[in-house]
């Protein structure tokens, strides 16, 4: 879009530096370190993917094997178990499900590793570009439909083929995009549970089988409806890789995947939550995957109107943490809110500056935006009335990614008739509005433009503050979200390894090739 704002480009640039140089000593950590999630995530990839008559996961039984030689790679022990048994990954991945010792086996020279792992590497690789490419392919072959956002709709039942019925329903009514909700707390739990679940509390559980059973129904609906229907799920939490891992490898489409989320509000620790992300967003990279992050939280707990900054701050840390993994752009899904307290004056126009400013800033991503929560109350008029506005923003303001507001927000899990209307509100809305955007400009030194100066001018102060302090410093006293975080505490420190001078990781050693130096076009 053509800029209306008329926005300092000077202070954008400087916005970006002071993000730069926040981000470089979080490079360096993660450069230096491993997690246990990390070192799971590339078992998983190389095929240990099952789990013992507990449920237990391969994948973790075979960690707590080899937890002290994780600081020099797991994927080598696995890779010499093959080599030195002459197993299939398949049956090795029984035989640790029963019991088989990993680290017992002792290492053939580097040579007969490397070469398993360039073979293993190489089946799951090609597995992972036939997604893409299919992908491609599909939303090539139906094209989008003429409006540009592309409309986001949740289920969460707790039941996977009751969430399958749902999910059928609303691309039948004009849905775009399909997520399903993850169960309360998964992303506390260390471990990626096995196998297709029927219950869960507050969603269902992210598992491969689930990932896998969904594709399925969303692709079946899909070619009914002509459209290609996009899956949603969350690459987040204490097993941020692994699920990251298993959306690529069953061809999801977006990821919740944020650097600090967790952090601010899962209590995970953030050594650990910054090492995970960086190797997450390298595979979500080099599947094409979008990554949803999570700046409309910080709305939930500060005023929208007072740190409406701290959500501009934290998209450039997001973007510059994203260029380190090797994501571009398009793949940047950065989150923001409609979460103005509607009883500000003006507070419409206010909503329509920030939305306008990051999307100036931010001009090559595919923008998530999330309608009100925080400020509905019950009265489902007031709320239809709420959301009719964000659906106009939206629309204005070329957001891609439009996560849909529901009348009963703050009543109850929503009823397919709420979807409904709300699906019929967004069309209506952009259908009608849809050249508002082209067609309006704003006013020298109104509100809108004073207002979007005012946010960029605080985004930049509030870099600067995080710069002298850095990261770790700055949410240790809570600078985002006001909320405090300590650098040792949280769940999950106990999982972060420094890496030995031997550590040797092929399938991140694969990723930075291709992401860094041209393997991945």
Known sequence: MNTRLGLNEDRIQRARSLAEEIAHPVRSYIERHTTVSVERATLRLFGLDGCDEEGTPTANLALHQLRDKVPHGAARYLLGALVKTGMTVEELDRAVAEGFDLAAQGLPDQGALEAKAAELVARVRHTLDTNREYRLQKIDQHREREHSPLLYVIVATGNIYEDVKQARAVVYQGADIVAVIRTTAQSLLDYVPHGATTEGFGGTYATRENFRIMRKALDEAGEKVGRYIRLVNYASGLCMPEIAALGALERLDMMLNDSMYGI????????????????????????????????????????????????????LINERLAFDAGMPSRLQGLGHAFEMDPAIENGFLYELAQAALIREVFPSCPLKYMPPTKHMTGNIFAGYALNTLFNLVARMTGQEIILLGMLTEAIHTPF??????????????????????????????????RRAAEVLDKTVEFLEIVAGKGIFESINQGLFADIKRSPSGGKGFDGVYEKAPDYWNPWENMLKEALFKGGKK
Request: charged letters at 25%; glycine letters at 4%.
């Open 264 to 315: 601010l509000f899962r209590d995970i620790n953030m050594y650990r939550t910054l090492v995970d992300q960086h190797f997450s967003r390298m595979v979500s990279a080099y599947a094409d995957i979008v990554i949803n992050t999570g700046e409309d939280n910080y709305l939930t707990t500060s005023d929208a109107y007072e740190k409406g900054y701290t959500v501009l701050a934290s998209e």
């Open 416 to 449: 397919m008739q709420d979807r409904f209307l709300a699906i019929q509100n967004a069309l209506y809305v952009f259908k009608n509005a849809a050249s508002l955007g082209e067609d309006i400009s704003f006013r020298e030194n109104g509100i809108i433009r």
